[in-house]
């Protein structure tokens, strides 16, 4: 018979001999699953022996990780911000990238405009909208989503971090003209699909052909959202609000250059960790 410790190192050193780079959380978090622990309830009972069904639970989560399933997906949930966020197969994982336009709202409305009213557009899982209710307890969000399974899970996420007070859903187009009960906002973050189409198929395979191919594909050009939203929707924005996008590599400059002809009178960006170019600010 086998503990947690021996299923925890047996799974940690198949995920490293597949070159998973992460091997180690990843390991603690697929045991954890199997188990229906914490991880840290799981390193409390690292000590403890399970069973042989167990043993087969974590092989198989480990089995669809080394296929190349993200841990996300296979664990069901995932942390941003600081907060733990449900995620499914219908919502992309969020990342610490989009983190930074959490970093920046707060940046802009911290000690100005606390009682903000703030719209999340494309708002996936709702991890943003989240974030930004959790960080600004008197703001107001409106997470914005076409799609009703997306909406589903940014509901799970609002009450699972007793949110719903502040934090509501609606089902709306970002392509197209917002809904006339919308009303105005303070602030309008987006994490908008960006990926040319052609590049589509040159994503890795983890994101490829597990993530919604429709929170990913920004068409063409990779600007078809950044277009339809600095049309339609800055009418939501009260003067002197904000406009925020997160952005891919290379697409700051011409995200820049939308805002400014779209009628935004000044425009700033903000830089990664790693030195790119990551958000994009517009002010009415």
Same mark, same amino acid.
């Given at each position: ?13 198949? %995920? ?14 697929? *045991?954890? =699953? ?12 690292? $000590? %403890?022996? &399970? ?5 087969? #639970?974590?092989?198989?989560? *480990?089995? @669809?990780?080394? !296929?190349?399933? $993200? ?16 995620? =499914? &197969? ?15 709202? #707060?940046?802009?409305?911290?000690? @100005?405009?606390?009682?903000? @009213? /703030? ?20 703001? @107001?969000? *409106? ?23 502040? *934090? ?7 392509? !197209? ?24 198929? #040159?994503?890795?395979?983890? /994101? ?25 929707? #800055? ?20 995200? +820049?250059?939308?805002?400014? =002809? ?13 030195? /790119? ?5 517009? +002010?009415?």
């Amino acid at each position: 018979m086998k503990t947690y410790n021996d299923l925890y190192l047996q799974a940690r050193n198949a %995920l490293r001999d597949k070159g998973v780079e992460a091997y180690t959380l990843e390991a603690r978090l697929l *045991v954890a =699953t199997a188990a229906g622990k914490t991880t840290q309830e799981l390193l409390r009972d690292l $000590p %403890l022996y &399970t069973s042989s069904e167990m043993a087969d #639970k974590v092989a198989a989560l *480990v089995e @669809r990780r080394v !296929a190349g399933e $993200p841990v996300a997906y296979i664990t069901g949930s995932w942390e941003f911000y600081g907060l733990p966020m449900v995620v =499914t &197969t219908d919502v992309l994982i969020p990342r610490m990238d989009t983190e930074l336009l959490i970093d920046a709202a #707060k940046e802009l409305l911290s000690g @100005r405009k606390m009682d903000a @009213r /703030v719209l999340d557009l494309c708002c996936g899982s709702g991890c943003i909208a989240c974030a930004v209710g959790h960080e600004l307890p008197a703001a @107001r969000v *409106v997470a914005v989503d076409l799609s009703a399974k997306a909406l589903e899970v940014a509901r799970k996420n609002i009450a699972a971090n007793r949110l719903s007070s502040r *934090v509501i859903c609606m089902q709306a187009d970002a392509t !197209a003209n917002p809904p006339m009960s919308m009303g105005q906002f303070d602030m309008v973050l987006c994490n908008p699909p960006y990926i040319k189409s052609a590049d589509m198929r #040159k994503l890795d395979p983890s /994101v490829r052909d597990y993530e919604p191919s429709w929170a990913l594909d920004g068409g063409k050009d990779g600007l078809k959202f950044y277009k339809a939203i600095v049309k339609y929707w #800055k009418a939501v924005i009260r003067p002197g609000g904000y406009l925020l996008f997160e952005v891919g590599e290379d697409q700051a400059e011409s995200v +820049k250059e939308l805002l400014l =002809t779209g009628g935004f009178r000044s425009v700033s960006s903000k830089f990664d960790t790693l030195g /790119v170019e990551r958000v994009v600010i517009g +002010k009415m």
